[in-house]
């Protein structure tokens, strides 16, 4: 993804802090740079609202690698129909079932979800990483370190 492109995100989410939907102490989108061929994206703790018009601003369709919360969440207000989100891989111990679609994919662990990305790459995609959950300093710092190995 181009500068271009990225500033568009930028611009999105600053558009979000100004219109009250996201304040100025909540986490943004952070860029990783490419894996596996994909633009790479990480949020922790994502206002749902706010990743809607993210997601939305995004140039190619989106791998999402996220917790069942998030994913409901975001399925029960913004994608009931199963057409933003190329495909939902879902991680962690599964409490509460994702909606039935399709493009949802479970694994018991972030590392498991990572070891099988081979499978859901798009080329040109992003791939979006969220965590929310009790787990997700953790899940971020596993995340964020994939790109340290790649440099």
């Known amino acids: 993804m181009g500068e271009k ?3 568009k995100i930028k611009d999105a989410i600053s558009v979000a802090q100004s ?7 909540d986490t943004t989108l952070q860029s990783h740079g490419k894996f596996l061929g994909m633009d790479a994206f990480s949020w922790h703790n994502p206002n749902i609202a706010v ?3 993210t997601i939305e601003s995004f140039p190619f369709q989106t791998v999402w ?3 069942a919360s998030e994913v409901n969440q975001y399925i029960d207000k913004h994608d009931k129909d199963g057409s ?3 495909q939902y891989l879902i991680y962690g111990v599964l409490k509460d079932m994702v909606k ?3 493009h949802i994919t479970y694994f018991d662990s972030v590392s ?3 070891q099988n990305l081979d499978d859901f790459t798009l080329q040109p995609g992003i791939l979006l990483f969220t965590s929310s959950d009790s787990d997700s300093p953790y899940s971020m710092n596993y995340f964020s370190s994939l790109f340290s190995k790649l440099t």
């Open 100 to 102: 039935k679609q399709e």
């Open 51 to 53: 990743l809607d018009k």
């Open 112 to 114: 498991k979800a990572i």
């Open 5 to 7: 492109e990225f500033n």
């Open 19 to 25: 219109s009250g939907s996201l304040s100025s102490g």
């Open 65 to 67: 690698l996220g917790n």
């Open 84 to 86: 933003k989100i190329e």
